[in-house]
């Protein structure tokens, strides 16, 4: 079995900073891209930001700049340093993963349980 584990949402006020983090857990062969995702009351789940295996990085338009998306190989663990928080960032926050468990020779999405971000004054 793997499940991703999420960590460090929260309430914050604006112009303030969070950090969360995503421990892939289980029996696991490999991981290729990891990554962030998001979805706000009454919208669709959008992407944030996605790393390689790696390194390699993309962010959406709106959080270029503030966000910064990395990874822990050795602990099959992704992070996502947030600052400059705004109400607009405010959203369930969802961790992904795309990776092979032990034994197996496919490769599969899987998603955390997510993680509520609120900003707000």
């Known amino acids: 079995q793997v499940q991703l584990v999420e960590s460090g949402g929260g309430l914050v006020q604006p112009g303030g900073s969070l950090r969360l983090s995503c421990a892939a857990r289980?029996?696991?062969?490999?991981?290729?891209?990891m990554g962030w995702y998001r979805q706000a009351p009454g919208k669709e789940r959008e992407l944030v930001a996605t790393i390689t295996s790696g390194g390699s990085t993309n962010y959406a338009d709106s959080v270029k700049g503030r966000f910064t998306i990395s990874r822990d190989n050795a602990k099959n663990t992704v992070y996502l340093q947030m600052n400059s928080l705004k109400p607009d960032d405010t959203a369930v926050y969802y961790c992904?993963?795309?990776?092979?468990?032990?034994?197996?020779?496919?490769?599969?999405?899987?998603w955390g349980q997510g993680t509520q971000v609120t900003v707000s004054s």
């Open positions: 992904n993963a795309n990776l092979r468990r032990r034994y197996s020779s496919v490769y599969t999405d899987y």
């Open positions: 289980g029996s696991i062969f490999s991981i290729n891209d």
